[in-house]
C-alpha cells in the first residue's frame, strides 16, 4: 500500500465516520474517531454490500467508497447504539412524559 492510497482510506474514513456521527448524534466523535469509525464503518459496508451482492455506481470511485462506508458506519453505530446499557427512559424518551 503506498501513502496515496493510505491517504485516500483515511480520508475516506474521516468523512465517512464524521457523516455518520453528524446523522446518528449530531456532531462527530473526533478525527480520529471519526477516522476509526469511517473505516470499521466501510469494512462492514463493503462486506453488507458484497453478501447482499448489490452493486453501487454513483459515477465516482471515490463517492462510491464514501457511501458505502457512510451506511456501514450507520450500521455499526445503531449496533453500538443498542448493546450500550441504558435505561429505558434514556433509550426511549418521548415514551415518558413529565
Same mark, same amino acid.
Given at each position: ?7 485516500? =482510506? ?5 468523512? #465517512? ?24 464503518? #466501510?469494512?462492514?459496508? =463493503? ?21 458505502? #462506508?457512510?451506511?456501514? #458506519? ?25
Amino acid at each position: 500500500m503506498n501513502i496515496e492510497s493510505l491517504l485516500v =482510506t483515511l480520508l475516506v474514513g474521516a468523512v #465517512a465516520g464524521w457523516l455518520a456521527g453528524l446523522i446518528m448524534r449530531g456532531s462527530g466523535y473526533g478525527i480520529i474517531g471519526d477516522i476509526v469509525v469511517g473505516l470499521l464503518g #466501510a469494512l462492514i459496508g =463493503t462486506w453488507i454490500f458484497a453478501s447482499a451482492k448489490l452493486p453501487i455506481y454513483l459515477g465516482s470511485a471515490l463517492v462510491d467508497r464514501i457511501v458505502v #462506508a457512510v451506511i456501514g #458506519a450507520l450500521v455499526l453505530l445503531l449496533i453500538v447504539g443498542l448493546l450500550r446499557p441504558r435505561r429505558f427512559r434514556e433509550r426511549f424518551p418521548r415514551f415518558w412524559r413529565r
